[in-house]
């Protein structure tokens, strides 16, 4: 008489019965809102939506912090996790962290050199103007934003990334835009900006003469991927579907589930 494996079998069984989503390993996310400058609201409400997105996706777990302790390639005591646990890191961050310099180095190499990914969202650009390198990382700073929270008309540049692929050519979003500095559309991969054509350029806040205000693009690290937006200002930006939609895709892009091209272009004409 045969006798069968019984636990073989009901592995197998079990391989048999779960989806082929629900068996690839999920990737880990660190998501960062500490803040040390201009309190913004919505930062519990973003981070949690990105929770909540792994889960309904089953694509990556989300470790959320107020603090940057876990940005570090030490080995930490208390079941804490280090940088070599995680997949990618989403910063919705204000001012000067208090990272030491084995921290920041550890931060650049985790996107550079180990290719992993980083999400700067909204206020991620206001963050570390005494460190360069980390301006270099995002892609810009922070220069103001000279319409506050307006009702924004944009145009989506970019139709075929994967983050912007299911947006109309134009739209309007009540939300706040940034204007930045240490910008430049040669070193990232604009995908929206705001339709100048539409905004008011004597603002006395306005400090860009070119009338390019970026509000998501997407770059290349070393051998990372990094994603920024300048929406999220406000809660309900987030339970939006279409902004809902891109900041799911950012994070598959950034964790290379995804491609999508990050080669700079000048900014398109009328007729474009």
């Known amino acids: 008489m045969r ?47 990105f929770e909540r997105w792994g889960k309904d996706t089953d694509l990556w777990d989300t470790y959320i912090r107020t603090d940057t302790q876990l ?109 930045f500095k240490n910008y430049s559309r040669d070193k990232v991969r604009v995908l929206m900006r705001l339709d100048e054509k539409k905004i008011d350029l004597k603002n006395p806040r306005v400090h860009r003469t070119d009338g390019d205000f970026a509000v998501t693009w997407v770059k290349n690290y070393g051998k990372g991927r990094v994603f920024y937006s300048t929406l999220g200002h406000r809660e309900e930006v987030y339970d939006m579907p279409e902004i809902k939609k891109m900041y799911i895709e950012a994070v598959k892009w950034v964790l290379g589930i995804t491609g999508g091209d990050t080669t700079s272009h000048p900014k398109p004409t009328t007729s474009d």
């Open 3 to 49: 006798v069968l494996n019984c636990t073989g079998v009901l592995l197998a069984a079990l391989a048999i019965a779960i989806p082929a989503s629900a068996q690839v390993k999920r990737k880990k996310i660190l998501a960062i809102g500490e803040v040390k400058g201009y309190q913004h609201d919505s930062v519990s409400h973003a981070l949690a939506s």
């Open 71 to 179: 940005i570090t390639n030490k080995k930490l005591e208390g079941n804490a996790k280090n940088l070599g646990y995680f997949d990618a890191v989403i910063f919705y961050t204000t001012g000067e962290l208090p990272m030491d310099d084995e921290q920041k180095n550890a931060l650049l190499s985790f996107v550079r050199d180990q290719g992993k990914g980083f999400i700067a969202v909204h206020s991620g650009a206001d963050t570390f103007y005494k460190w360069p390198e980390y301006g270099e990382l995002v892609g810009g700073w922070f220069d103001q934003h000279p319409w506050n929270t307006f009702l924004a008309p944009i145009i989506v540049e970019d139709r075929n990334h994967p983050t912007t692929a299911h947006l109309p050519k134009e739209m309007v979003i009540h939300d706040e835009i940034y204007q």
